[in-house]
């Protein structure tokens, strides 16, 4: 079982280290126009490598800080041609010691924020493909169409689920108890005074412009949506 569960835990922490903290900013302005940053916090990225190293080979050990490393670098270079995007201006890309990588831009309007978030989880020479909009947006009135978690449904549903020997199993939930407190968060800063929400987990700052959307990740029990209708003062 041994030799099963290593791979399954290389597997798994490979997948989830893109996704330990995950905090996207929107900075909305009247015409629609705006700035974006998102910040992945992967800092307990190099302990989980520390701790496989201890349960690999010495042969492996290496291989698995290297392919760990590989997936850092390819996340600080996620959407590497948004500046090919119309629209899409003052690219920023940032990496800390720490594993932290944050990606900010600015967008002209919600169609070039749509190319952009179209193009955040698919694979290299892959082509970008949404058929319904990420972020819709008319004067008084900006919604998050997402249903998906930005792409991690269908991760969170595997690990929810478990797997399908004792192996795979034992493995998704050692991963679900190191994850601990992960969190997905989405802010919006609204140009005005928001009058409404549609998403019963969304929380309006003291300010009254500000919306937030913290997700518990490895929470199973909670439906998760980031999906929100948010209405303010024209």
């Known amino acids: 079982m041994k ?6 835990l290389l597997s798994a922490s ?5 996704c330990f903290n995950i905090t996207d900013e929107i900075f909305l302005e009247k015409d629609g126009s705006g700035n974006y940053s998102t910040v992945i916090d992967m800092s307990k990225l190099k302990e989980m490598l520390d701790m496989m190293k201890t349960m690999l080979p010495d042969s492996l050990a290496g291989q698995n800080s290297n392919e760990g490393l590989k997936e850092l670098d390819s996340l600080q270079n996620m959407w590497r041609d948004l500046e090919t995007i119309p629209g899409i201006s003052n690219v920023k890309r940032q990496k800390n010691e720490n594993y932290v990588v944050s990606v900010s831009f600015r967008f002209a309007n919600v169609q070039s924020l ?19 909009p990420f972020y819709s947006f008319t004067p008084g009135n900006f919604s998050c169409n997402d249903t998906t978690l930005a792409g991690m449904s269908d991760l969170l549903k595997g690990l929810n689920k478990g797997g399908d020997n004792d192996s795979l199993a034992m493995a998704l939930n050692m991963m679900k108890g190191m994850m601990g407190d992960m969190n997905y968060k989405t802010i919006y800063h609204l140009p005005s005074k928001v009058s409404s929400v549609s998403n019963k987990q969304a929380k309006i ?3 009254g412009k500000t ?11 909670i439906p998760q949506s980031i999906k929100n209708d948010i209405r303010f003062q024209k």
């Open 114 to 132: 749509n190319e952009a978030m179209s193009r955040r989880s698919r694979k290299e020479n892959e082509p970008p493909s949404r058929s319904i």
């Open 3 to 8: 030799k099963l569960l290593i791979p399954c």
């Open 14 to 18: 490979l997948l989830l280290s893109g």
């Open 211 to 221: 919306v937030t959307i913290n997700i518990e990740l490895a929470e199973s029990e």
């Open 205 to 207: 700052a003291e300010d």
